[in-house]
């Protein structure tokens, strides 16, 4: 092949470029993005090759998130405790509100950053967030429906005949399916937004105030070992202290019955706290105030303890009251107004 | 006389075209082995409440719903040749109620057996392999919910290997029995030893000597049948013995390891058909 053959190839090239950019297809396409990693963010823990994210796929995760026959009397959806805007957990609720208004033992867990997580719900137990949807679909003051009821519920369904053909190139609905539509939709509710996000990424005019970059180095000695950057949570799980509720909550030894797993529950991220009151995991504190001072002076020598909260023979992390002032200013920078308002993630 | 020198004649016939073929992994042929549920000397029949069975500590009760996971199942010939079942056709769900159910039906080489191996419940490789991977009997919405057939424990991401229910008039009232009134024992064991963690690992490895009962001659052109008792009444009699009143609901639980332990003396090789 001479030279000018190469030229009239890289001009045909350019051509085809060029019809492309007009393509409507090609535009639709680009809207969707599927799943990004943020430049700040390390490498997803979900396997993405075994289920990428289309959106197709997204499409019908995000109606089956929505999809009220998920129940056993078609009244509840994942979204009614874990609304978007709360970040998607169950403002105002303790512990969750499920079917025929019963109530779980445990504060509804935000839907964020899942592609991160190397376990699932407050005490462990489930290790894939393809399995992870069961759980709630199953408990009985949750959705206390079975498997089976739902997929054939779904079947019966025209609309998600034609989801599942998008989707998954055929109209078959298999569990599989089912849980990997679900994941598309969870792994894309992405918090990577906040004003430390942008400070992190040197984005344009983002930056600390003084009591937030104050708030910030305090954070980096009390806090971080545990909530670390940029997910604001290690995944490890731990026991912070807290007194032993009455219904003994044991956390993840109800999952593996290792005696020192008692009262272990997973670190929860500090992203979009703004939205997710009550916390910790029966949702025992109303506010941040509350947390911060039960950190500073309300820690129990539970069995199990982190060995963090109990350094020298002193219980929880001593901080006066400037301090908490300034962590509770670094602790706003996580909140994300555009993932509490992207209509992506919306119901349709 | 006639008739008797000619099935002599068709004896010796198949003897010789009948020797033990050459161990050969492509030349397969049909294997089932059959779990046949029995209660101590009696067969199994459900809420047979007329004449409920009774254990050694003379609690008598009665059985609702018996049905676990068989699976990697192994045979082994005299000369020592083992062949392992692929383990996507290797998982079985033998329920009681359904008597279709009974067999696990693999493929082995030809040949003649004396030795089959195989797990009760599920291997903790497939206990955490995608959600691809779990079908037929081990997709987690198969068997409806937990009340009904189900046999996937949501909240800890795996299988109950063995679930046995049944109720006895010994179980109280209370908390510590079934206060419903129902009176209901329940035994879901399950446990395969913990994702990131080592926990109690429940998975139980069952070798068959077949040579005292009879060992399977498989042929392609017959169905070779390892006919297996699998006795519930060891349950609560194995070298674990235990009183169903003092535990009649063992589920998520150490004591489940206790139990467990009483699994490989509920199988006891009956016969071969072959």
Request: net charge neutral.
């Amino acid at each position: 092949m001479n030279k000018k053959h190469w030229i009239v190839l890289c001009l045909s090239g350019l051509f085809i470029l060029a019809c492309k950019k007009d393509n409507p297809i090609k535009e639709e396409i680009e809207q969707f993005l599927g799943f990004r990693k943020p430049a700040n963010f390390p490498e997803p823990v979900y396997n993405l090759a075994n289920n990428p994210v289309t959106k197709e796929g997204f499409e019908l995760g995000r109606a089956l998130f929505y999809e009220p026959r998920l129940s056993r009397n078609n009244t509840i959806t994942c979204g009614s405790c874990h609304i978007q805007s709360s970040a998607f957990t169950q403002h105002g609720h303790d512990v969750s509100h499920g079917i025929d208004d019963r109530l779980g033992t445990r504060n509804s867990p935000p839907i964020m950053n899942l592609a991160w997580n190397k376990a699932f719900m407050w005490g462990g137990g489930v290790y894939d967030l393809d399995l992870q949807p069961i759980t709630p679909i199953t408990t009985h003051e949750e959705m206390d429906e079975n498997l089976e009821n739902v997929l054939n519920k779904i079947r019966a369904l025209p609309k998600y005949t034609a989801m599942f053909k998008g989707a998954f190139g055929t109209e078959e609905v298999t569990t599989a399916r089912f849980m990997k539509a679900l994941s598309q939709f969870m792994l894309m509710c992405v918090s990577s937004n906040s004003k430390y996000d942008k400070v992190m990424r040197k984005e344009a005019g983002a930056a600390f105030t003084t009591d937030e970059q104050a708030g910030y180095v305090l954070f980096k000695d009390k806090c971080a070992s545990c909530h670390s950057e940029p997910l604001f949570t290690d995944g490890s799980f731990r026991n912070n202290g807290l007194g032993i509720s009455t219904i003994n909550d044991k956390g993840l030894y109800g999952a593996t019955l290792i005696e020192t797993d008692k009262y272990k529950f997973k670190v929860p991220s500090l992203r979009n706290l703004q939205y997710t009151a009550p916390y910790m995991h029966d949702g025992r504190f109303l506010s941040l105030a509350g947390v911060l001072e039960y950190y500073h002076s309300e820690v129990q020598a539970t069995p199990n303890l982190d060995p963090v909260l109990n350094q020298n023979g002193k219980l929880g992390i001593a901080l006066k009251e400037d301090q908490k002032a300034k962590l509770t200013a670094f602790l706003n920078t996580l909140n994300d107004t555009e993932f509490i308002n992207n209509k992506m993630l919306s119901e349709q | 006389m006639l008739l008797f020198s000619f099935m002599l004649v068709l004896a010796a016939c198949s003897k010789k075209d009948n020797p033990t073929p050459d161990f050969q992994e492509e030349n397969l042929a049909p294997l089932s082995v059959e779990f046949d549920n029995i209660v101590g000397e009696r067969t199994l029949t459900f809420d047979n409440t007329g004449s409920p069975y009774k254990n050694a500590a003379g609690e008598p009760f009665t059985v609702s719903r018996i049905q676990y996971f068989i699976s990697n199942l192994k045979v082994t010939t005299a000369a020592g040749n083992t062949y392992t079942v692929n383990p996507d056709s290797s998982y079985f769900l033998i329920k009681g109620d359904d008597k279709a159910t009974r067999f696990a039906k693999v493929k082995v080489p030809e040949g003649d057996y004396t030795n089959l191996t195989f797990t009760l419940g599920v291997d903790s490789l497939r206990s955490t392999m995608p959600i691809d991977k779990r079908t037929g009997v081990l997709d987690p919405a198969a068997g409806g919910g937990m009340e009904d057939g189900g046999m996937y424990w949501g909240w800890n991401g795996g299988y109950i290997f063995f679930k046995f229910e049944g109720n006895s008039a010994v179980i109280s009232d209370n908390v510590n029995g079934d206060p419903t009134g129902k009176k209901q024992m329940k035994y879901h064991i399950g446990f395969f030893g913990g994702y990131s963690a080592p926990t109690l690992n429940n998975i139980k490895v069952i070798n068959v000597d077949l040579r005292t009962a009879g060992i399977a001659k498989v042929r392609k052109d017959r169905q070779s049948n390892i006919h297996l008792f699998v006795d519930l009444m060891k349950v609560f009699n194995g070298k674990n013995a235990f009183k169903i009143a003092e535990k009649p609901n063992v589920m998520f639980d150490d004591f489940s390891a206790k139990i467990a332990a009483n699994f490989p003396e509920m199988f006891r090789h009956d016969h071969t058909e072959n």
